[in-house]
């Protein structure tokens, strides 16, 4: 019975537009190929894209304590495009999946990771789709 509107509130999430110079489904399929190097999970509709990385349990289990286990901090983007004058407007938004709210006893430095892997995923984003930002 869950719906969209029952779900946790992200603690970290991040907006950001671009232009591309790509029309629409070159973008979507440039950056659904970047994302398949993560092992993302990616859903694909016409403007689309949901694309969800990581683990909750495995970041539950090891938190901050390694670099893989950094990368594996459970984030979802979705990106919208729409065809433009010159090109693809860009939309992304990024958020942790996580789920639970974390304390700053829980997991130290989980602020930093989440906002770095974030940063990290909208530039991949970005770069696919050889975007640049909006004026």
Request: proline content about 4%.
């Amino acid at each position: 019975m869950g719906t969209a509107g029952s779900r946790t509130k992200p603690m970290f999430e991040k907006t950001e537009q671009w232009m591309s110079p790509l029309s629409p489904n070159e973008v979507l399929a440039a950056i659904s190929t970047a994302f398949s190097s993560e092992k993302a999970r990616i859903h694909q509709d016409e403007d689309f894209l949901d694309i969800r990385t990581g683990s909750n349990w495995q970041y539950r289990l090891w938190g901050n304590l390694f670099s893989w286990s950094r990368r594996n901090i459970p984030v979802a983007i979705t990106v919208r495009v729409r065809a433009a004058e010159h090109g693809t407007q860009i939309e992304a938004h990024a958020f942790d999946t996580f789920g639970i709210r974390l304390t700053d006893q829980a997991f130290f430095g989980a602020k930093e990771t989440f906002e770095d892997r974030l940063n990290e995923l909208l530039a991949m984003a970005a770069s696919a789709a050889k975007a640049s930002p909006e004026a």
